[in-house]
């Protein structure tokens, strides 16, 4: 099939960026001080030969996308590195015009092989999992969709209707989807506002009793203090998943902060993610009854939990996520790769799922619309995304119905990455009233336009 708006890639540029943490963030049980950006530029074609050039950009989270126990930080983050240029090459020797949802779809088997063969290669030991994969992909899905949008002067969720696209969403998603398109599951004006997702993370202090040594920077250190400053409503709450002593009393601490702070002039809400770490179901079970009975109120405020067990669902499928979800809903994040795995979470008791722009546009996308057919709860998570991969994200929050907030923690752990950017776009990178103004988020392509 083709349209006349279909366009082609012409070239592919990348690059990387290194930051260093101003403070360390702990999750999965490991703690990780430094990101790398793989920032892409994409130039493109259609038909009559107009171009028009895209940039995405993302942390190469490979410490959460690659899991390793036999390999190094550094060695999983080489090798992310690796596959970067071998995905431009494949991108730039794809020759098919098409929409950039159909491009993508096209070209992830393809990345999938170049993966497996660079495992060869490499004589790896344990094999790369598909999540790195589109997480090192995910730039260049998102470069492309921000070239086509502006190649055709329009914000790209304008451009997700039959008007533009080849294929239904049938050609995705199955046959139940047939005469659908992404346009019916994402909305073409972002909200104006979004909560904004602030990130406790497993060493952060809460209070100035618990903050051992300051950093002089002139930004918050404490809960407490981030609070104050910007407002905070939403507070995602990290936990180890190992020590259940120490997860019931972090959540019992951060709720008696967050009512000092915030009592009597807002409401505000909780998410807990366990990275994976509960050993089994009955360890979440018992921790949400437990934080029930000594706090209701605190109960009430928790909106959700995230990735309590292994992600690995086909070979742990006894974890059966069913009682949880019945006290509060339970959503994947590392396990959400594509549709198969999100319908086998469903049977196993999951009741929703987590966006991230590090998985791609088109996929999020595509995921976006088969969890709101199945009446999954939504959410979208962050990567520690600074710059553009926050706007990226916050774009995704903003658009798709359901999602009621963004996560977004770079301001707390990597805030020199966001040099230039708070600027060209305070509402979103200066937080006041604990909220992002996504409303802004309409320019051509992904919506927004990078610092000069």
């Known amino acids: ?141 998102a470069a492309i969709h921000d070239a086509y949008g502006r190649l055709h002067g329009v914000n790209v969720y304008h451009a997700y209707s039959e008007s533009f696209m080849n294929y239904d969403l049938s050609f995705y998603l199955g046959p139940a989807f047939a005469g659908q398109f992404l346009d019916r599951f994402t909305v073409r004006n972002p909200k104006p506002k979004t909560p904004l997702y602030h990130l406790v993370g497993a060493l952060d202090p809460l209070t100035d009793q618990d903050a051992e040594a300051s950093v002089h920077d002139g930004l918050p250190v404490t809960l407490s203090d981030w609070i104050r400053q910007e407002g905070l409503t939403h507070f995602k709450i990290k936990l180890n998943g190992d020590d259940f002593a120490w997860d019931f009393n972090r959540m019992i601490s951060i709720d008696r902060v967050c009512f000092q702070e915030i009592q009597g002039r807002r409401e505000w809400v909780y998410s807990a993610d366990f990275n994976e770490r509960c050993p089994h179901v009955d360890y979440l079970v018992e921790i949400l009854k437990k934080f029930a009975e000594e706090t209701p109120a605190g109960f009430s405020r928790l ?127 200066v937080i006041r009233d604990g909220t992002v103004e996504t409303g802004v988020l309409t320019g051509p392509g992904l919506g927004f336009d990078y610092p000069e």
């Open 1 to 141: 099939m083709s349209h006349d708006k279909d366009i082609r890639v012409e070239r592919v540029r990348l690059g990387f960026e290194d930051f260093s943490y101003r403070t360390k963030i702990k999750f999965g049980g490991n703690v990780v001080s430094k990101m790398t950006l793989l920032n892409v530029k994409v130039e493109v074609s259609d038909r009559i030969g107009r171009k028009a050039t895209g940039r995405g950009s993302m942390p190469l989270g490979n410490v959460w996308s690659f899991p390793s126990k036999v390999y190094s930080y550094d060695d999983t983050l080489g090798i992310m590195k690796r596959m970067a240029p071998i995905f431009g090459a494949l991108t730039t020797e794809y020759r098919e015009f098409g929409h950039p949802v159909e491009i993508t779809h096209f070209l992830e088997p393809e990345y999938v092989k170049a993966t497996l063969k660079l495992e060869k290669e490499m004589s790896l030991s344990e094999r790369i999992p598909k999540l790195c994969t589109l997480v090192t992909a995910s730039p260049f899905d």
């Open 303 to 429: 909106q959700y939990v995230e990735q309590p067990t292994s992600r690995y669902l086909q070979e742990v499928p006894e974890q059966n996520m069913t009682i949880a979800s019945s006290l509060k809903p339970v959503v994947i994040d590392e396990s959400l790769t594509d549709l198969e795995s999100m319908n086998l979470a469903v049977k196993l008791g999951y009741s929703g799922v987590a966006l991230k722009a590090c998985k791609g546009q088109s996929q999020s996308l595509q995921m976006a619309a088969a969890a709101q057919a199945k009446n999954l709860f939504l959410c979208v998570q962050d990567l520690t995304c600074p710059g553009a991969s926050f706007l990226h994200s916050a774009g995704l929050s903003a658009r798709i119905p359901g999602v009621v907030a963004v996560e977004g923690n770079a301001r707390q752990y990597c805030p020199e990455a966001n040099r230039g950017w708070e600027k060209k776009y305070p509402g979103l990178f």
